[in-house]
């Protein structure tokens, strides 16, 4: 017996689309619209036009489909698109500039996974970045999104951010610091 398009996973889901059953698209914008938009406003606190962003990344999904891997996950590949398409309205915009190399990768320290984890609970975590989110450079902002909001795991956040796992651990524990530093000094802990 066929499974129902809410039984489907994503992956196979892709897979019917790259077949040619293009209907089964609505079934992805279901799923991701919601997210999309989440990601674009964590990721782009001063952005205006969230909803035009949300719908171009929906068009290179689509365009692009046939490429994505289905032996793969497919939310690190559409969460790739969204990055890239955050990005370019970045340089459009020129708000936040872009480093043109990564101190993170170059120097980093040793951050054990487990203690990065343990250091602030998700939940906890969540009601400090709505609060202070918008002070932290986007190289910390987006790490911590994509994992307390977004719930991505290290690899995916790596495969998103196409950087090391070993530097998403130290952007999620020195952006954590930034909101902890940014939160004590306005007293969001209270």
Excluded at 69 to 79: A, C, E, L, Q, V
Excluded at 82 to 107: R, S
Excluded at 132 to 150: A, G, H, M, T
Aim: charged share 35%.
């Amino acid at each position: 017996m066929p499974k129902l398009k809410s039984e489907l996973t994503d992956e196979e889901i892709a897979e019917m689309i790259q077949k040619g059953n293009s209907k089964f698209f609505e079934s992805l914008i279901k799923r991701y619209e919601a997210k999309m938009t989440r990601y674009a406003r964590k990721f782009l606190s001063n952005y205006h036009d969230i909803e035009d962003l949300v719908q171009n990344i929906f068009i290179k999904v689509y365009v692009n489909i046939k490429s994505f891997d289905t032996s793969r996950k497919f939310s690190p590949w559409i969460y790739r698109i969204a990055h890239n398409e955050f990005i370019n309205a970045i340089k459009k915009k020129g708000k936040e500039p872009l480093p043109l190399f990564d101190l993170d990768i170059i120097f980093p320290h040793s951050a054990s996974k487990e203690r990065v984890e343990n250091e602030i609970d998700k939940k906890e975590m969540r009601k400090i970045l709505n609060k202070c989110l918008k002070k932290i450079n986007s190289k910390y902002r987006e790490p911590l999104v994509l994992r307390y909001f977004e719930e991505l795991n290290y690899q995916e956040i790596a495969d998103v951010l196409k950087i090391p796992v070993s530097t998403v651990g130290i952007r999620l524990k020195r952006g954590k610091e930034k909101m902890k530093l940014f939160c004590d000094k306005i007293n969001y802990y209270e």
